[in-house]
């Protein structure tokens, strides 16, 4: 947690970005650097969550994003649909991709399946423990690799969903996602100042309406 000590909140004060609405849920396209939900401490009340009450009063969160991922997090207008959204989440019924920029050539495409607990000792961060840890799986695919920069474009499709699961599998495999404070062990190196991850695409059945949903997000690097 040391990397944290010196860690002062300020959250990118933009306008709310909705990029899917329907009676049911809001979609917005979080940027980097904001929390999903608020923090235990006064100053780190601003979140996600709090800027979609502003103009959805009864707004319930389904899912969440790390604070330094960007992308697609959706929210529930109403109790009904947060527990139907809830199920299917459950089910995993809802397919989700992320875009990152992992250091090193990771070639091809393939599945990470490792066991992840969370480093009590150093929290937030999370390990791979194949005795305690739950299970945990995630698909890769090359997309581009950058030979100068020795950064290569992936797509992510996480199977469960852990804390930081992206994160550590990429670790593990040896490439982790630049700029990553916690899991790369260079992260000052990263030119865009940020962790290289992006909540891209989302698909779903919507429940309420049976309505075929597919949400993108343009990924800013």
């Keep these: 947690m040391a990397r944290n000590r010196d860690f002062v909140y300020l959250p990118q004060q933009e306008p709310l970005k909705i990029i899917y609405e329907d009676e049911d849920l809001v979609v917005i396209d979080k ?13 780190h009340q601003d979140s996600a969550y709090l800027r979609v009450l502003a103009e959805f009063p009864e707004a319930k969160i389904t899912h969440r994003l790390d604070m330094a991922t960007s992308g697609i997090l959706m929210f529930a207008k109403h109790r009904d649909a947060e527990v139907a959204i809830s199920k299917l989440f459950q089910a995993r019924s809802v397919h989700k991709n992320y875009i990152a920029l992992v250091q ?41 690799y ?20 992206l994160r550590v599998h990429m670790q593990y495999i040896g490439h982790p996602i630049t700029g990553d404070q916690f899991y ?32 993108k997000a343009p990924v800013p690097f």
């Excluded at 940027?31 to 100053?43: C, H, I, Q």
């Excluded at 399946?113 to 791979?128: A, G, K, S």
């Design 104 to 144: 090193g050539h990771l070639k091809g495409e393939g599945r990470v399946d490792v066991p992840l607990i969370t480093d009590w000792e150093n929290r937030p961060r999370q390990m791979v423990h194949f005795e305690l840890g739950k299970p945990a799986q995630t698909l890769y695919q090359e997309l581009s």
């Design 184 to 215: 790369h062990p260079d992260y000052r190196q990263s030119a865009l100042k940020r962790m290289a991850l992006h909540a891209c695409h989302l698909a779903f059945k919507q429940p309420l309406s049976g309505i075929d949903v597919e949400i």
């Design 31 to 43: 940027p980097a650097g904001l929390l999903s939900v608020p923090g235990r401490l006064p100053e």
């Design 146 to 165: 950058d030979e100068d920069q020795d950064i290569t474009r992936v797509l992510l499709t996480p199977i469960t969903g852990r804390s930081h699961q």
